[in-house]
């Protein structure tokens, strides 16, 4: 089992900066690859960014491509989005997901674990 928590979502202005992290629980943790997804108001969830579970391999949307970066320290158990250069469209409720795998995947419904979502609002 692993239980996903996020964090860092909030209000940030256009061109401006957020951190997410999501702290995993449970000694699998280290095991699973790890992907973050989105989901705006009347829209469909999305592949953000995955990272393998060693993470020497990472994948992006096009959408975020050059301006977030997905990374992970599994000595603390978390996974982080770095989110730069935010515009409006950013704007969904973020989650974080697992699949015991080492291999990550931009299908969220390969994943076995979510989180509960934190969400990001981009003002313009």
């Known amino acids: 089992q692993v239980q996903l928590v996020e964090s860092g979502g909030g209000l940030v202005q256009a061109g401006g900066s957020l951190r997410l992290s999501c702290a995993g629980s449970g000694r699998t943790f280290s095991m699973a690859a790890m992907g973050w997804f989105r989901q705006a108001p009347g829209k469909e969830r999305e592949f953000v960014a995955s990272?393998?579970?060693?993470?020497?391999?990472?994948d992006y949307a096009d959408s975020v491509k050059g301006r977030f970066t997905i990374s992970r320290d599994n000595a603390k158990n978390t996974v982080y989005l770095q989110m730069n250069s935010l515009i409006p469209e950013d704007t969904a409720v973020y989650y974080c997901a697992g699949r015991l795998s080492a291999i990550a995947s931009t299908s969220f419904s390969s994943y076995n674990y979510w989180g509960q979502g934190t969400q990001v609002t981009v003002s313009s």
């Open positions: 990272i393998s579970r060693s993470g020497g391999s990472t």
